[in-house]
C-alpha cells in the first residue's frame, strides 16, 4: 500500500477549526473528515506491506513495546526526515491508525479535550520532544533508537526497561540530545533494566534538562565506551572492610593505580585518639567509613599511636588492584571492589613508624 499524508492545506485547516470538530474524534471512522475538507488526504510514494498494531494488551506498556516492534519493522525504510514530517503522521492517525488510536488514546465523552486531540494526532509544536509525546511518532522513533541490526536473534532487545510505565520512561529518557546516538541510547536503557532486575526498585525515572538522571530519589551516572554501559549511583555507601564480599583476596592481583595521602591532621597527639577513632579518621581520608573486619587495620594504626605517641599527623602509600578476571565492577554485586596494599606512617610525607596493611574499599551502588 501507499501511505497517506494529509494535505499542507488541510492540516492547517483541521488544527485551526479543531474547536468545532474535536467531538468528531469520537466516531468510529475518519470518513467525516471528507465532509469537512474535499480530499483531505493524499497518497505518498511510501509503500509498505498492510499491517495493524497491537490492540489485545491488558498492560498499555506491553503493548506499546510490541507495537515499537511492529511500527519500526514495517516503516523502517522511511528517513528521518520524513519521520518528523506531521503531514505523514496527521494522515496516517486520519486512516489506517485510526482504531489505534481511539483504542491507545481511550478518549471518551467525559475525557475529550481539544488538547487531547491536537497532541494525540496532530503536532501541537515543533521540536523533538513531540515526536514522543504524539502515540504513533513515539512507535517509530524509539525503534528507530532501539533498533539493533547488528543482533539477528532480537533487535529490539534494548525495549525491556520500557515494558513498566512505557510512556513516561520514553518521554523523559528521550527527549534529550544524547538519544541521538542509538549506541548510547540502547546501553542506557540496557543498565535501567539490569538495575531494575538487580535492585528490585520500582524506577521513578526523572531526568532532567542538564542531563541528570534520577531513579528512585538516587542520581546515577551512566556512561558508554567500547560497546559497554556502565551505571552508578551517585553518592553511594563506600566501605573499607578485611575481605572482599566477591572472591578471595588473592584475585584482586591486576594493578589499577597509586594513591598517596600525605597529610591527614589529627590536631593533637595521635595517643590521645582510641584506635576505633583513628581507624574512623584514615578511613574517611581514603575516601569511605569502616565496615566489618578492619582489626588489621586496628591493630596497625594501635602499633604507630604506641611507636610514635606525640604525631600529630598521619600519611599512607596505597597500591590499588582490582579483581583479576572481573575488574573492578563486580556485576553480581553491582559493587566496585579494589585491594588496597596500604603503608601506613606516623608523621606526614611518609616519614616516621611505618606498618603495611591490605585493606579493601566496597564502593556499594545498591
Not at 466516531?27 to 498492510?50: C, G, H, Q, T, V
Not at 541490526?149 to 529490539?156: A, G, M, R, T
Not at 534538562?209 to 534520577?214: L, P
Not at 611518609?350 to 603495611?356: A, E, K, L, P
Request: with cysteine; charged share 20%; hydrophobic share 35%.
Amino acid at each position: 500500500m501507499n501511505l497517506k499524508f494529509m494535505k499542507e492545506d488541510a492540516l492547517l485547516h483541521f488544527k485551526e477549526n479543531l474547536k468545532y470538530n474535536y467531538k468528531n474524534y469520537l466516531l468510529d471512522s475518519a470518513d467525516w473528515i471528507y465532509e469537512k475538507y474535499e480530499n483531505p488526504l493524499e497518497e505518498s510514494r511510501i509503500l509498505a506491506s498492510d499491517f495493524s498494531l497491537d490492540m489485545t494488551q491488558k498492560e498499555v506498556s506491553i503493548g506499546d513495546c510490541n507495537n515499537v516492534r511492529i511500527m519500526y519493522k514495517n516503516l523502517k525504510h522511511i528517513s528521518n526526515t520524513q519521520a518528523m514530517d506531521e503531514r505523514l503522521w496527521a494522515g496516517l492517525s486520519h486512516s489506517i491508525f485510526w482504531d489505534y488510536l481511539q483504542y491507545r488514546t481511550k478518549i471518551n465523552e467525559e475525557k475529550i479535550t481539544e488538547n487531547k486531540i491536537l497532541f494525540s494526532y496532530f503536532f501541537k509544536r515543533g521540536g523533538k520532544r513531540i515526536l514522543v509525546i504524539n502515540p504513533l511518532t513515539r512507535l517509530w522513533w524509539v525503534g528507530r533508537q532501539v533498533y539493533d541490526p547488528s543482533n539477528e536473534e532480537d533487535p529490539f532487545y534494548a525495549l525491556e526497561f520500557l515494558k513498566r510505565d512505557f510512556s513516561t520512561k520514553v518521554l523523559n529518557l528521550f527527549s534529550y540530545n544524547y538519544t541521538n546516538n542509538p549506541k548510547i541510547v540502547r546501553a542506557i536503557l540496557v543498565a535501567l533494566a539490569q538495575l531494575e532486575k538487580e535492585n528490585n526498585i520500582t524506577n521513578v525515572l526523572e531526568v532532567y534538562k542538564d542531563g541528570r538522571i534520577v531513579v528512585d530519589g538516587v542520581p546515577i551516572e551512566i556512561s558508554y565506551e567500547n560497546n559497554n554501559s556502565n551505571i552508578r549511583r551517585i553518592g553511594s555507601s563506600v566501605y573499607f572492610k578485611g575481605n572482599p564480599d566477591y572472591g578471595s583476596g588473592s584475585s584482586y592481583s591486576k594493578y589499577y593505580s597509586n594513591e598517596n595521602i600525605a597529610d591527614v591532621q589529627l590536631r593533637r597527639n595521635v595517643s590521645s585518639f582510641a584506635t576505633a577513632v583513628l581507624v574512623w579518621i584514615m578511613s574517611e581520608a581514603m575516601g569511605g567509613v569502616p565496615g566489618k573486619a578492619l582489626g588489621l587495620l586496628s591493630a596497625a594504626l594501635s602499633f604507630i599511636s604506641s611507636s610514635d605517641p606525640y604525631s600529630t599527623a598521619l600519611s599512607c602509600k596505597s597500591q590499588i588492584y582490582v579483581h583479576k578476571t572481573q575488574g573492578a565492577y563486580i556485576a553480581s554485586k553491582f559493587t566496585f571492589i579494589y585491594r588496597y596494599n596500604t603503608m601506613l606512617y606516623s608523621r606526614t610525607n611518609y616519614g616516621g613508624t611505618s606498618q603495611y596493611v591490605v585493606i579493601y574499599k566496597h564502593n556499594y551502588q545498591g
